[in-house]
């Protein structure tokens, strides 16, 4: 009987232990993504910076079909996940959303519809991938003034050309100030 209470007492101690070092270690890897998605957001904006600062909003439009599926794959590279944006309108197709972003997508737009300021809506979850851990975190993009310019409602003529150029089959136009433009997504295998 002792012999039981005393299994019974380390199996509960150990399934504790184990919980508490996933939950540290699911911390740690959020703190990573954040910091991912800074060094990829910094790099990105500054080549629109210089894209726009070269040229305009077309030279930036541009920029962005060359640069950010680049510097996603530099960020993914150097920290071992794979990085990216997705959208509920995606503009290049290549960044569509799988059903996971897809279904927190659409919780950010509820909980942004609640109040949550979007600057704050993020998720992340470890779920099983044909059969393997993996760690799935997304943070959203919030419509700022100056991508009303190639993502607004009223784009001058020469953007839409570009971008019919670019993105036949473009989808992300008509958003408005303070909309989710869609979010930065990271998958990363779980050890």
Known sequence: MEFQMKKTILIALLLAFSALAQA????????????????????????????????????????????????????????????????????????????????????????AKQGEAIKDLEFSEIINKQTKPVFRYMKAIPTQGICLSCHGDKLAPAITEKLQQLYPQDQATGFKLGDIRGAFTITRAVD
């Open 24 to 111: 540290n270690s699911e911390q740690q890897m959020i703190q990573q993504s954040k910091q991912s998605i800074k060094q990829f957001a910094t790099q990105l904006k500054q080549k629109l910076q210089q894209g726009m600062q070269a040229g305009g909003p077309t030279a930036a439009i541009q920029v962005c079909n060359t640069a950010a599926a680049e510097i996603a794959k530099q960020v993914s590279e150097q920290q071992g996940w794979k990085i990216a944006r997705t959208s509920l309108k995606v503009r290049n197709s290549h960044n569509k959303a799988d059903a996971w972003e897809t279904t927190v997508l659409n919780d950010f737009e509820q909980r």
